[in-house]
């Protein structure tokens, strides 16, 4: 888990192509899937589609009920994140608030100046951080992302009350990229 900025309408699409590979390893035909055992291919397949399930969960706790499940109507799933499929305010706020789910989403998907603002809010957020009482608050890497891995390596405790305290009050300079909301989450995820 990293931080991560919030899903532009334009990400859509980039939600859609992760949603295609996610599936499409779902109900994978190819040689080497059907040469593993049964049980090897049950878990696989049940590891591959678990973010979809979750990340329906989560569409539909944030109000948009009728999000199709991706088990028993795969391609309208699919069909719901098409680019080309209108999409409500209601949806791209779900959709925002649980594109953490999705593995592949990340900032490999952002245009260059997504990219370029959210490394520079991630190095002020870790600037921020180091005078906020953690001077050993490691910058980000050259995608932007500050991951729990990171943060261990450098010495520095997810428990500790002082560094929630600390990040709710650099979350500001990151301009939206990194809220209290993100902040509670990646603590709580660790």
């Known amino acids: 888990m990293s931080f991560r900025p919030p899903l532009a309408p334009t990400a859509v699409i980039a939600l859609a192509a992760a949603i295609s590979l996610l599936a499409a390893g779902c109900g994978s035909s190819s040689p080497a899937a059907s040469s593993a055992s049964p049980s090897a291919q049950q878990s696989a397949s049940a590891h591959s589609i678990e973010p979809a399930i979750?990340?329906?969960?989560?569409?539909?706790?944030?109000?948009?009920?009728?999000?199709?499940?991706?088990?028993?109507?795969?391609?309208?799933?699919?069909?719901?994140?098409?680019?080309?499929?209108?999409?409500?305010?209601a949806f791209l706020s779900a959709a925002a608030a649980?594109?953490?789910?999705?593995p592949d989403l990340g900032p490999r998907n952002q245009s260059t100046a997504d990219r370029r603002a959210r490394v520079?809010?991630?190095?002020?957020?870790?600037?921020?951080?180091?005078?906020?009482?953690?001077?050993s608050m490691p910058d980000p890497t050259s995608s932007g992302d500050i991951n729990h891995q990171m943060i261990a390596a450098a010495g520095i405790d997810l428990r500790q009350p002082a560094l929630v305290q600390a990040a709710d009050a650099c979350a500001p300079v990151t301009h939206g990229l990194i809220t209290k909301a993100a902040v509670a989450r990646f603590v709580a995820g660790q």
């Open 54 to 89: 979750h990340f329906t969960a989560c569409m539909r706790a944030h109000r948009v009920p009728d999000f199709p499940d991706p088990t028993t109507s795969p391609r309208a799933w699919k069909q719901a994140l098409d680019p080309s499929t209108p999409h409500s305010p």
């Open 98 to 102: 649980c594109q953490h789910l999705l």
């Open 120 to 135: 520079a809010a991630a190095l002020a957020f870790a600037r921020c951080m180091r005078g906020h009482g953690f001077p």
